[in-house]
């Protein structure tokens, strides 16, 4: 089973920032969190993650709470290129990442 | 290559066949990975190699999957005697063998019928 959970959809205007919650209230200390996206009919990307502090790059902003069990990504400007499943994913066992459903991101122009 | 090549990028075969679908990885990374998506849902791992070895293929849903990496770079998921409910997307990825990171490239994916 998925180790956070994700609101199912979400929209966001197009040049505003989306703010993407997920909650993993199981997650061990030395366990990170992981976020994938995926456009229709791609391969998943990679996008960022992090353990404890939060993380920029030049995609998105990873903001972890301080006692870890939930995590915001952050896409400062979103563009419709934007628009995809994105998932929040915590470190199975093993090199296994465990996914769930994902958020389905639609920008609107 | 500048990434992860999947083929065939579509099959469709019948009930009772054979499969082979193929990944070339990124050129120097060790680990290789196979998951399989199913309409609406998140990638579901099927196995892991480092290098020549499977590492954990404790995903293969049954002995009719297999999967190679023979020489530690190009590998092969192969399904014998496919079912209807193979039917997916089978996503092949690779990554730098970092500790504690999983930093996967995926490939677009090898979108398997069975009729």
């Known amino acids: 089973d998925a180790k956070t959970t994700q609101p199912t959809s979400m929209d966001c205007a197009e040049g505003r920032a989306a703010n993407l919650p997920c909650n993993h209230s199981?997650?061990?200390?030395?366990?990170?969190v992981y976020w994938y996206r995926q456009i229709h009919s791609q391969g998943p990307q990679y996008i960022i993650h992090g353990l404890k502090n939060n993380e920029t790059n030049e995609m998105a902003s990873l903001i972890i709470t301080e006692d870890r069990k939930s995590s915001t990504l952050i896409l400062p400007h979103a563009t419709l290129r934007d628009t995809a499943v994105y998932y929040c994913?915590?470190?199975?066992?093993?090199?296994?990442?465990?996914w769930g459903a994902g958020t389905k991101l639609i920008i609107k122009p | 290559g500048a990434g992860v090549s999947q083929t065939p990028s579509n099959k469709v075969t019948e009930k009772g066949k054979y499969v082979e679908l193929r990944c070339d990885p990124i050129?120097?990374?060790?680990?290789l990975y196979w998951y399989r998506q199913s309409l609406g849902q998140g990638p579901e791992f099927l196995i892991y190699f480092q290098g020549t070895g499977a590492a954990d293929d404790s995903g293969l849903p049954n002995d009719r999957f297999f999967a190679v990496r023979p020489e530690g770079s190009v590998s092969t998921l192969k399904i014998q005697r496919t079912e209807r409910g193979d039917s997916a997307v089978y996503l092949c990825?690779?990554?730098?063998?970092?500790?504690?990171?999983?930093?996967?490239?995926f490939g677009a994916g090898s979108r398997l019928t069975v009729l």
């Open positions: 994913i915590v470190k199975g066992s093993n090199y296994q990442l465990i």
């Open positions: 990825a690779s990554s730098l063998d970092r500790a504690g990171a999983n930093v996967l490239t």
């Open positions: 199981t997650i061990s200390g030395n366990e990170y």
């Open positions: 050129s120097g990374h060790t680990a």
